[in-house]
């Protein structure tokens, strides 16, 4: 019997032990979980036959940016924030859907991912996201209101917190997360998230001081932020603002919604935003 207690209590110690290396190895490892760059950009917008201008921009701390800006006939432009994997070269979906709607599209790399310098951090994000829109204004001399600050998944956090900084004409926020916090938890919910995590990007708090009309869209199928993220983001959003229910993959959901996704956009426009 003493024997079969101490084997007991020897496998005990070893999962407990075996445990605390894994929390500790998630601590350290956090920064390799959030962010997912590509360096290479294997597309470009004239592969589906558009043309762009390709740009460089510098960040308040010195880093220097990548990106492009796709023209229309339209005044309006929209600001875009990509996720946390890739790099811009892997959203001409996106880059589509948006010239097709008649607007402007400037989009970038984040440091660390792409062409761009550095390496991505929480505050780095935010610092990217203030150059980009000062180059906005003050490189193609845009007017605040003429700018629509979109941003999906790890963009929506960015793009969320430029909105409340900034006064754009219209924010929409697809497929986001409440808080760093609250999707560690629900990703990995045998682990100690809220104790470990180094990563705030609060989403929630940021949208509640958001001014400008707001689009958001969610799916229930997402299988990497719950579908009751998005809900409780458009619930403690201020008027006036727009849910669309996406159906389809975390990352392509706006797009396997198709016609239902395009036409809620282009209402939210057409009431939000005037084309002058």
Known sequence: MLRIVQSFLWILLSAAVGYLLLVVLMYFLQSQMVYHPQKSITYTPNDIGLSYEDTTFTTEDGISLHGWYI???????????????????????????????????????????????????????????RAAWKYLVSEKDIENEQIIIMGRSLGGAVASWLAVHKQPGATILESTFTSAADLGADLYPWLPVRSIIQYNYNTLEYVKKIESPLFMAHSRDDEIVPYQHGKTLFGAANDPKTFVELRGSHGSGFWETGEKYRKALQEFLNNNIRNQ
Do not use: C, M, W
């Not at 339209?74 to 990509?82: A, D, G, K, P, Q």
């Not at 811009?88 to 996106?94: E, F, K, N, V």
């Open 71 to 129: 023209p229309t006939d339209s005044n309006i432009t929209v600001l875009y924030f990509h996720g946390n994997a890739g790099n811009i070269s892997g959203r001409l979906q996106t880059i589509q859907l948006l010239h097709n709607l008649g607007l402007n599209v400037f989009i970038f790399d984040y440091r660390g991912y792409g062409k761009s310098e550095g390496r991505p951090s929480e505050q780095g994000t935010y610092k990217d996201a």
